[in-house]
């Protein structure tokens, strides 16, 4: 059990971290269908270059030690390690995005079941994979429900504060 924790933990930076690894992911997919609820408009974000990226990288760093367990091998650690590991990065994590992003599914259908994707649909919101052919409605099976950010609240920074410092050198004095 303890095993398909970390197989999932570890599928879940590949699914976010892998544009690649989600592509064949989604590729292997089969087909039903279930009518997808109607697509809501794109949401406008303020920050149009990578200081909001850098500084969201930052707060995920602070908060859940992000960059620290993503640059950490952990293959010499039992999975009871990474385990707990896991669990404090997560909590700090969760924290972070629940403060300073709204978070909405792209469809509340369940991911495994049937799907329609509907005429007209936003490329942007569904990724179709596999054997793409015609035009929609396309019928397939939901392997991700998907997320779009529907409001950013980034602190405030001062003047000439260099977003490349994602987290500072420590020193104990």
């Known amino acids: 059990m ?4 970390f ?3 570890a599928l879940a930076f590949k699914v976010i971290f892998s544009r690649r690894f989600t592509d064949t992911l989604v590729a292997s997919s089969a087909a ?3 009518t997808a609820p109607a697509v809501e408009p794109a949401v406008t974000l303020t920050s149009s270059n990578s200081d909001g990226a850098l500084q969201m990288l930052a707060l995920l760093q602070k ?3 992000l ?3 993503i ?3 952990v293959t010499s650690f039992s999975d009871e390690q990474v385990g707990a590991a896991a669990r404090v990065v997560h909590q700090g994590l969760k924290k972070t995005i629940s403060e300073h992003v709204t978070l909405a599914p792209i469809t509340t259908s369940l991911e495994g079941n ?5 005429e007209g649909f936003d490329p942007q919101a569904y990724r179709l994979t596999g ?3 015609g035009s929609a409605p396309f019928h397939g099976t939901l392997l991700h429900k998907g997320w779009k950010a529907n409001a950013i609240n980034l602190p405030q920074t001062i003047e000439g504060y260099d977003f490349n410092v994602l987290a500072a050198a420590e020193v104990e004095l």
């Open 114 to 118: 049937p799907i329609t994707v509907p």
């Open 2 to 5: 303890q095993t398909h924790f």
């Open 63 to 65: 908060e859940g030690r």
């Open 71 to 73: 640059q950490e091998d």
């Open 32 to 34: 039903e269908s279930e």
């Open 131 to 133: 054997n793409v052919s």
């Open 67 to 69: 960059l620290d367990f």
């Open 7 to 9: 197989a999932r933990i």
